[in-house]
């Protein structure tokens, strides 16, 4: 699954223009310079993707038509209801709803994706993530409805590291690992029809913990470190 992000106010002020900081979405996209063919990976410190030449921004709908059948998670930065009705729009136009999840970190940004449309699918938002090892713990989770078709959370001792997480205490982290990870919880939210992945993983020891935990997917920014460790697995 190929993950992608829109919207969010700090990533429309990223632009530099000729010296002075301005927002993307005040530019027409032709007007945009290229993605830079060198950029270092968010949650992997002194690793960099690198592109032979500069290419220019894409947008959603080039993707949906280059990889048509390409699962894809979108996530929808908290923004304006505008955003929301457009990626459901090119969603339904090229027929993807059921190949491609979205929502957001944002509870309340996850709730209007399925509001306006409730034939995509859609991911946890961070409150359900919380919420649900939680209830898990006090034997309610059974009881409860859950409304997303991915449980996608991060594996708290290992973004600490590096990723996600990386600002909070150690211990914190070490503590709510067995609860966000736990394997009767993972396998209650498959047994009700919930998919379930890590993320961002990128070296096979990191791998082989989602396994034992008992993940069903992985988030990686490298997918061919990815697809060479399965193949192993598969011989």
């Known amino acids: 699954m190929t993950k992608f992000h829109f919207g969010d106010d700090q990533l429309d002020t990223m632009l530099i223009w ?20 060198e950029m270092e990976v968010a949650c992997e410190p002194g690793e960099f993707m690198r592109c032979e030449t500069q290419e220019p921004l894409l947008r959603l709908e080039d993707l949906y038509k280059e990889f048509p059948k390409v699962p894809m998670q979108i996530d929808v930065k908290p923004g304006t209801s505008r955003l929301i009705e457009k990626v ?9 709803e059921h190949i491609t999840a979205w929502g957001a970190f944002s509870h309340t940004t996850t709730v209007q994706c399925r509001r306006h449309n409730p ?5 946890c938002s961070m409150v359900e993530c919380a919420m649900y090892p939680l209830l898990m713990v006090v034997g309610l989770l059974p009881f409860i409805p859950i409304r997303a078709e991915f449980y996608m959370v991060p594996i708290p ?3 600490n590291k590096s990723g996600f997480l990386s600002t909070y205490p150690k211990w914190f982290c070490q503590l709510i690992t067995p609860l966000m990870c736990n394997p009767v919880l993972l396998w209650h939210l ?16 990191e791998f082989r913990t989602a396994d034992r935990w008992g993940f069903e997917g992985i988030i990686t920014d490298f997918p061919t470190r990815l697809r060479d460790y399965e193949g192993k697995k598969e011989k």
């Open 88 to 96: 459901s729009s090119l969603t339904t136009q090229y027929n993807r």
């Open 119 to 123: 034939n995509m699918l859609t991911f």
């Open 190 to 205: 498959q047994r009700r029809g919930v998919r379930t992945g890590a993320w961002v993983l990128n070296h096979p020891s």
């Open 18 to 37: 000729g010296g002075v900081p301005e927002k993307i979405s005040e530019h027409s996209l032709q007007s945009l310079p290229c993605c830079l063919s």
């Open 157 to 159: 001792n290992i973004s």
